[in-house]
């Protein structure tokens, strides 16, 4: 009985919501345009498409729970059907009522990401492709139009207007790149905030309520994945090369353990045959996954056997063997399963396109930029090697994605002056028919890093629309996540990409050069930060975010202490690091740990590196 009565009231309520629409609605004319609400009160309902996928019930319930938080007025949610024609209305998803405002709309050309935010009268339209592109248009309208700002899985900014006026909106949109993952902590680790974030790639982990998102059957360097040599090796050494003979096809006897650097032999036609068999049984026990990666293991030890150096001669590449075996995979695959698609890398020493083979049309490659200087970008003359692989893969791929990077794999918790060419290196690939990014990031370190949180924010904005102003990105984040302080800490933004760009080094993934951190640059850095600090003293938790950025300074200043020092005293400049080194080392691990500091790199936990920065031979200032 009390269940039948809460039903019975819910639907009393509901009825008599809507028969107060009509007086409710006349709030609008008190404005030129219509409010979706009036001193915390609103006459919208959201109408919900009656044939709602969760992604787009679930959009429903952050497009309500945020306006509330915004405005005070509670916005009720109701099945479309359920809604009168008449009544002021947002309409979340693309139901029947959507499609009948929106006459010849291309839905299926949305793709399953793009979206639509259009009004039509007193109607509020937000809706997109299938899965998540209604999802992502309640985020594009919260963020554009509401003012909502998500800086990371636990700090946000929402406003607070009892009034709120609903803006004349007109736009269709659909992403350039339509698989967008990068690994940093918070993204990887958070699937809400990688969905406010727009990131669907494989790392995330969207439930079906977060509209899914893409998944790569062994993700990359899936050789040894396929065909483990633990498995294998025993009873077939030829299908590995032997770093020990050149590379040449093992020889190795049964008693011998497998190698742990090794490549296959990509023209023995046995292990293309055992591995396309073992490739099927993945995607039939996966079926909807729709792409299986086919890739080099992560080294260069290639295969020299005769047939394979032959055919690597004739296509002027490594990459020919490689492609070579990985479309004879693709064809296998297509036999049973003629969507799937077959991802490769083009990666190292297989970067280079070939000179006659072609990926098939279910081929996927994705190319590698590793080798680039980071400081400039990749269609800058010191990556011309970069962009003319790029062009030759994207003259002969079907399809083209890139792993681009945007850390230092020797040292997370270093500057890392590369946050101006985020942005021009997107816009590149985007205009080069690239359509997936993967940007490696910090992804090892728990978000204590380089201005970690700042590239998280600039590069997902940047993967859903890589034309957005990047200075006007980073200013906003800037503002909002750190108040005061801002000026202060892009200055020193400023200096360190500056003093890079002088210095004529090369920035690499593998970072070890840091000679252009001179004492002068130190110190103004120093400065910088100082006048960052004073500047949110008096509110702790601004305070605590600049306190974290500063810790790859304070790292500098610890591991080159010694350099630091000689190198002021040549010049004749005042030394303005720690006065007690060893007590600085303390203060700095105690510090990075207060953080949730995991890794300093992908190998190597903080605890490790701390344990090897206590024991360093710091002299002591006079």
Known sequence: MMMAYGLFAEQMHIRLFLALVPALATMHFAHAAPALALDGHTSYVIAVASDAIPAETKAAHELAEYLSQITGAKFAILPEADVPATTPQILVGAGARVRTLLPGRDWAGLGMDGIVLKTVGSKLILAGGRPRGTLYAVYQFLEEHAGVRWWTPAESSVPHTPTLLMPALDVTYVPFFKYREHYTTSVQRDPVFATRRRENGHSQVQVEELGGHYSILGFVHTFDQLLPPAKYFKDHPEWYSDINNGGKPSTAQSNQPPPQTSQLCLTNEAARRELTRVALEWIRKNPDAGMISISQNDNTNRCTADADLALE??????????????????EDIEKEFPNFLVETLAYRHTRKPPRLERPRRNVLVRVCSIEADFSRPLDNETNRDFAADLNGWK?????????????????????????????????????????????????????????????????????????????????????????????????????????????????????????????????????????????????????????????????????????????????????????????????????????????????ETFASYASQLRQLNLPALP
């Open 313 to 330: 001669a004739r296509e002027g590449s490594p990459s020919g063997p490689l492609l070579h075996f990985v479309n004879a995979v693709a």
């Open 395 to 603: 003259a002969i791929s079907p399809r083209l994605f890139v792993w681009d990077y945007m850390t230092n794999f020797r040292n997370e918790i270093w500057p890392h002056p590369n946050l101006r060419v985020l942005s021009p290196n997107l816009r590149y690939f985007a205009a080069n028919n690239v359509t997936g990014v993967l940007e490696q990031g910090d992804a090892s370190s728990n978000g204590v890093g380089d201005f970690v949180q700042l590239r998280a924010w600039l590069v997902s904005h940047l993967m859903w629309n890589p034309q957005q102003d990047e200075k006007q990105l980073i200013g906003e984040f800037l503002r909002g996540y750190y108040g005061a302080a801002a000026p202060h800490l892009q200055a020193y933004l400023d200096l360190i990409n500056d003093a890079f760009l002088r210095s004529g080094l090369r920035l690499s993934t593998f970072q070890a050069d840091h000679s252009y951190l001179t004492p002068e640059v130190m110190n103004q850095a120093t400065r910088h930060f100082r006048d960052a600090e004073q500047a949110v003293a008096g509110d702790p938790v601004l305070a605590r975010r600049v306190r974290r950025e500063r810790l790859p300074l304070d790292h500098v200043w610890l591991v080159r202490y010694e350099t630091s020092l000689r190198a002021a005293q040549a010049a004749g400049v005042p030394f303005e690091g720690p006065l007690d080194a060893v007590a600085a080392v303390w203060e700095f691990v105690r510090t990075a740990e207060e953080f949730g500091v995991e890794n300093h790199r992908e190998d």
